[in-house]
Structure formats: C-alpha cells, structure tokens
C-alpha cells in the first residue's frame, strides 16, 4: 500500500513521508499508542520533530495520513470470474478487513482527522476505485454490474454503519445486499 498526497512523486518530501509513516507503525507495535509522541515518531524517523508538525500538524493527522496508506489496496480486485461473485469476494475481504481490530483503528483514524472532508473523502475514492475497476471487468466481460453508487450506498455503508456502531455485519447480510442489487440488475434488463 502507497500513500498519495498532494507533494510530487519521489524526492526527499516522498522519503520523508515513508520514514515517519514506518516510524509510527514500528512505534505503535512497540508501546502503547498513548505514549507516541511527535518527539519521539521524529527521533525513530531521523527527521526533525518541526518536520513532523510542518507537514501533518499533530499527532491525530498523522494517524490519519497512515491509515489512510494502510486503507490502499496492494493489489486489484480479485478476479472470479462473473461480476456478481467478484463483487461477493470483494465485499468480504472489505468487511473483515474493516471490522477487525487494525481496521477500526483504522476508521476511526481516519474520520478524527482535522483535515476538510480529506481523508475521509479519499477513502471513498480508494473504495470507489475498486468498485469501478469491478464494473470496468464486467463490463469487459459484457456483464451486467451495479451502479457504484448504488453499491456504495447498500453494500459499504452498512458494512462501515456496522462496524463502527454496532456489530459487524454477518455474511449473509451483506450477500443479501449484494444479491439484491444484482437482482434489480435483471428485473431492469
């Protein structure tokens, strides 16, 4: 997983971000999250502690900005074959990632941050972009696929609502979403 911002590729500012980005996980496996500090994140990723509070401004964007690398996927989609199971298999790997332990930290990083609708706004661009790479292989395949909004709004919201909220979703919830959709699919063609 990558982490985008808005700084050109390479270069020291692109260094400097996987320093501290591997500081901070080293860090977090190594002692309580509460004891992290920026003095500390800098020390272990040999930038200056003004490097850190420049760039992210506190320890809470920060978090965010490593989440939100964790949240991009290393790899596509998986292929199954047919845009209904693709979208299955997609959809459990995305809710146990996201109801495990990491991944509410994760969440719950992510929509703490400070920044103007940013980060939160980039994950739904993360989830956006593999569900229109889904369609994009059905559509390939001349399969029918979902409006990725429609997938948005009945698959990964109540997954996220879930998770966040109550308890995770059981797998047979979220494959009656994903059936229904694809449902509605074949009673519109």
């Given at each position: 997983?990558?982490?985008?911002?808005?700084?050109?590729?390479?270069?020291?500012?692109?260094?400097?971000?996987?320093?501290?980005?591997?500081?901070?996980?080293?860090?977090?496996?190594?002692?309580?999250?509460?004891?992290?500090?920026?003095?500390?994140?800098?020390?272990?990723?040999?930038?200056?502690?003004?490097?850190?509070?420049?760039?992210?401004?506190?320890?809470?964007?920060?978090?965010?900005?490593?989440?939100?690398?964790?949240?991009?996927?290393?790899?596509?989609?998986?292929?199954?074959?047919?845009?209904?199971?693709?979208?299955?298999?997609?959809?459990?790997?995305?809710?146990?990632?996201?109801?495990?332990?990491?991944?509410?930290?994760m969440i719950q990083d992510v929509l703490v941050s400070q920044g103007e609708r940013g980060k939160a706004?980039?994950?739904c661009s993360i989830t956006r972009a593999q569900l229109d790479l889904l369609a994009a292989r059905a559509?390939?395949?001349?399969?029918?696929?979902p409006n990725v909004d429609d997938v948005l709004d009945q698959v990964v919201a109540p997954i996220i609502?879930?998770?966040?909220?109550?308890?995770?979703?059981?797998?047979?919830?979220?494959?009656?979403?994903?059936?229904?959709?694809?449902?509605?699919?074949?009673?519109?063609?």
């Amino acid at each position: 997983m990558t982490a985008k911002t808005q700084t050109r590729p390479g270069g020291r500012s692109a260094r400097v971000q996987a320093s501290v980005h591997a500081a901070v996980e080293k860090l977090q496996q190594a002692m309580p999250r509460e004891a992290l500090t920026i003095p500390a994140i800098a020390e272990e990723a040999g930038v200056t502690p003004s490097t850190i509070y420049r760039r992210w401004g506190d320890l809470r964007e920060l978090f965010a900005d490593v989440a939100l690398q964790r949240l991009r996927p290393d790899s596509p989609p998986k292929d199954t074959g047919s845009a209904r199971t693709d979208l299955e298999a997609w959809s459990e790997q995305y809710a146990e990632e996201m109801a495990s332990e990491p991944g509410r930290k994760m969440i719950q990083d992510v929509l703490v941050s400070q920044g103007e609708r940013g980060k939160a706004s980039a994950c739904c661009s993360i989830t956006r972009a593999q569900l229109d790479l889904l369609a994009a292989r059905a559509r390939d395949r001349g399969e029918a696929f979902p409006n990725v909004d429609d997938v948005l709004d009945q698959v990964v919201a109540p997954i996220i609502y879930r998770i966040l909220y109550d308890q995770p979703l059981e797998e047979s919830r979220w494959r009656g979403f994903v059936q229904r959709l694809f449902d509605d699919l074949a009673n519109k063609g």
